[in-house]
């Protein structure tokens, strides 16, 4: 017969090695969950780029020279109104020349516009072309041109 002590000493064994298993398929469940979770990241990683990629040689194709050439002139306009007090008129030009850019914005597409408007910003923040208040106003334009163009998104974050 076995004494009290062993069968104590078994017992502690056994709830020991059963807590044992349970810590180690906790740990197995986090490292899974983990993996999982790099797995998502970088595939979803590789579908952004793999999208950038699209949109960037979608906007090197089409060039969008008329978007680039409206928004330049739309800010030109506008600071010569403003420095002739003529903040309230409108031109009917504007309108023609905006036809263009929509032509190019609507080729382009929904999910890359943004992203071309943001580059011809920059673009034209690098060369230098316009500063300041000019640029931020240009900026401003950019950002609502999908929307005079009753496109979409109507709207673009950059």
Not at 32 to 39: G, S
Not at 41 to 51: C, F, L, M, P
């Amino acid at each position: 017969m076995q004494s009290p002590n062993h069968l104590i000493s078994t017992r502690h064994r056994h709830h020991t090695d059963i807590q044992s298993r349970i810590t180690m398929a906790r740990i197995a469940v986090i490292a899974t969950l983990f993996a999982t979770l790099l797995l998502i990241t970088a595939v979803s990683a590789i579908y952004d780029n793999s999208k950038q990629a699209k949109c960037r040689k979608q906007i090197k194709r089409l060039k969008l020279t008329h978007c680039e050439q409206y928004l330049i002139d739309r800010e030109m306009v506008a600071l010569l109104r403003r420095q002739l007090f003529m903040v309230n008129q409108e031109e009917e030009e504007e309108e023609e020349e905006l036809k263009p850019c929509c032509d190019e914005m609507e080729k382009l597409g929904s999910k890359c516009r943004c992203m071309g408007l943001e580059q011809i910003v920059r673009q034209l923040r690098e060369r230098g072309e316009m500063r300041g208040k000019e640029v931020e106003d240009m900026e401003d334009s950019a950002r609502h041109l999908p929307s005079d163009c009753d496109l979409e998104p109507k709207t673009c974050k950059f």
